[in-house]
């Protein structure tokens, strides 16, 4: 036996369970914005960050709380999770296996940790041997581009001669084609029918067109989830829920953002920094040339993917709220932005698909980093005063 939910896909985010969560609303119409989800869970105000900024700060900490505020938005996130040095774990690796093949057969979206290399994906079907998913590295190459397009996509402009070249390799696209950059490549979307592409430029400068994830055939044996060197095995199912208002929303948000950002156990793992002392930590790292090469490229992109979609959370919080209170909300934004900016030139310092091993031994471009990295730390600390401000008069 064979299922499949066709139009069940990941979609590209650095953040790769927001964009397997964003994925499985999408495929309940369940609709909101990129920085709604983020933000509402409080997943665009968190930062961790270790010694070495290692790639694993993005998801090494305890995200409870975010499937828990998922209650606010209108969806339900049950999980079956073990490591695989539990005793039951065996069993536990059964118990998902058979939520997920009845979820799906209901059409309730899955998700899961770890199908494919150490991050989430969205889990679209089964056979009777194990899991198909959708995420990171499923998308199909497909063909490389021509590099003079390469300004046409930085503009964000779908050109006539563009349309046609696509169609000569077979691919027809509608007159309403956006395009924008997300998870280190651009995205091109075909706005009529949802199809979404990406081109990712290498670090030869190579533009490569891949497909479409909901069309990826990745596989996972079920006896096999868990059983990686990290050795956790994570999968939930995604349900409607009950939607509370947007004052509700926000100031439980906020509250969680103001609790992760001063470090507690329950949230943050031993080993990590998050909040103001986060941007610490990571400035030490570069300062004193013991930075990994790879997790600060990473952590730059995934950070500042965060702040961005915290920024436009508080501006749509603002304007869904009004009143006084979107004066401080729209305050914070600003803050936020600058935050934004600020990572995005430590990105654009470390790039993550263009790097090279010879990147992190730059010590004119650590030392800009560490000194925009200050700066986002000043800033951020102006955003939380505000949004601490705020908070205690949301449900008033």
Known sequence: MQVKLENLKWRPFWASYIGALKGCLDFLNIRMSDSWLSGGVG?????????????????????????????????NV??????????????KQRLAWETVKRSLEKGIPCLGWELGIAEYYVVNGY????????????ADYLFDLENDWKQDLEIGVFSEKMRQALLLRGLTLSTNVQIYMRFGCWI???????????VLEDNKGRLMFHGEYNISQAFKPWDQLGRSSIGLLELYTVEPAYLSNDPAIVKEALEFAIEYG??????????????????ETWRYALDNRCADGFGVAYNASFWQECRT???QFLVEAADRIGGENAIQLYEAAKWYDEVSQELKFVAEKFPFHQRSPEHIRDGDALDQASHA????????????????????????
């Open 309 to 311: 979609l915290a920024a």
């Open 373 to 396: 990295l200050g700066r986002a730390q000043r800033a951020e600390q102006q955003g939380m005063e505000r949004i601490k401000r705020l908070v205690d008069n949301l449900l008033k």
């Open 127 to 138: 056979n009777q041997y194990g899991y198909f998913y959708s995420g990171i590295g499923t």
């Open 262 to 279: 001063q470090g507690p156990r329950k949230w943050v793992k031993e080993g990590f920094n998050s909040g103001l002392q986060g941007y």
């Open 78 to 91: 049950n999980s079956v999770s073990a490591w695989k040095n539990d005793p039951q774990f065996e069993t």
């Open 43 to 75: 997943h665009a105000f968190v930062l961790n960050i270790n010694k070495n900024v290692s790639a694993a700060g993005p998801t090494a900490w305890n995200n409870e709380m975010t499937r828990l505020l998922g209650h606010n938005l209108g969806f």
């Open 188 to 198: 091109i979307k075909d706005v009529e029918d949802g199809r979404e592409f990406s």
